[in-house]
């Protein structure tokens, strides 16, 4: 029965690491390509490369969030909100006012943070 949970906490393991490395491959263009990130590092991002955020940062936050939306959903449930909660919030406010701006309603685009969020979150979990 031991061999059967380290077996189970392994695989939880290989999971989260997976899910980290397909993530982090993810946020590279993305990061890559936000404005923001580029101004403060001072370089130009080409006008083709406009699409990339918006295209994969909801990927990112679905995919790579998918352990923190769920966790909160169940922490929420139990009446006991933590890590999983907080990490949930912030990508969803990130992925929220992204698509917001977007869509030409906000100026607050934070899709470079939700990808550098949820790829840091993923390698400390």
């Known amino acids: 029965m031991a061999t059967d949970h380290a077996h189970d906490h392994s695989d939880h393991a290989a999971r989260f690491r997976d899910r980290f490395w397909i993530s982090l491959v993810l946020a590279v263009p993305v990061v890559a ?3 923001m990130f580029a ?3 001072g370089y130009g991002v080409p006008g083709w ?3 990339i955020p918006p295209t994969l940062g909801p990927v ?3 995919y ?3 352990p923190f939306l769920t966790g909160a959903v169940g922490e929420v449930r139990s009446r006991r909100p933590g890590m999983m909660t907080l990490v949930a919030l912030a990508i969803t406010v990130a992925a929220v006012a992204s698509t917001a701006t977007t869509l030409g309603l906000f100026m607050l685009d934070f899709w470079w943070e939700l990808a550098l969020l949820v790829v ?3 390698l400390g979990h």
């Open 33 to 35: 390509a936000s404005p």
């Open 39 to 41: 101004d403060l590092l």
């Open 49 to 51: 490369a406009s699409w």
């Open 60 to 62: 990112l936050y679905l």
């Open 64 to 66: 790579g969030g998918w």
């Open 120 to 122: 840091v979150m993923l």
